[in-house]
Nanobody, 123 residues
Framework: QVQLVESGGELVQAGESLRLSCARS????????IAWFRQAPGKEREFVAS????????NVKESVKGRFTISRDNAKTTVYLQMNSLKPEDTAVYYC????????????????WGQGTQVTVSS
């Protein structure tokens, strides 16, 4: 089993920044990618960004490129999502997920999920 715990979500003003963290524990076999998804009220859960476990490859949703950056720590236990210039439309519950392919952008390709962290951006 893989355990994922997100943190860092809060209420911020438009234009501000947040860094979300996803702490991973448990098995590592077969887990080669960590992704961030988000789900706004009444909407489908959508892909935001992903990273391979070596940290050499990332995949970022086009609409957040230039504002959001995904990275991981050297110990390879935590993945971060740095979010800058936040907009009200970024308001959502942000989830991290673990899977085997960081090119994957659909949620069914990710096996393990965290409980989510709420990000609210006020205008």
């Amino acid at each position: 089993q893989v355990q994922l715990v997100e943190s860092g979500g809060e209420l911020v003003q438009a234009g501000e920044s947040l860094r979300l963290s996803c702490a991973r524990s448990g098995r590592t076999f077969g887990i080669y990618a960590i992704a961030w998804f988000r789900q706004a009220p009444g909407k489908e859960r959508e892909f935001v960004a992903s990273i391979n476990w070596s940290g050499t490859g990332t995949n970022v949703k086009e609409s957040v490129k230039g504002r959001f950056t995904i990275s991981r720590d050297n110990a390879k236990t935590t993945v971060y999502l740095q979010m800058n210039s936040l907009k009200p439309e970024d308001t959502a519950v942000y989830y991290c997920a673990a899977g085997s392919d960081y090119y994957a952008r659909i949620k069914s390709m990710y096996t393990y999920w965290g409980q989510g962290t709420q990000v609210t951006v006020s205008s």
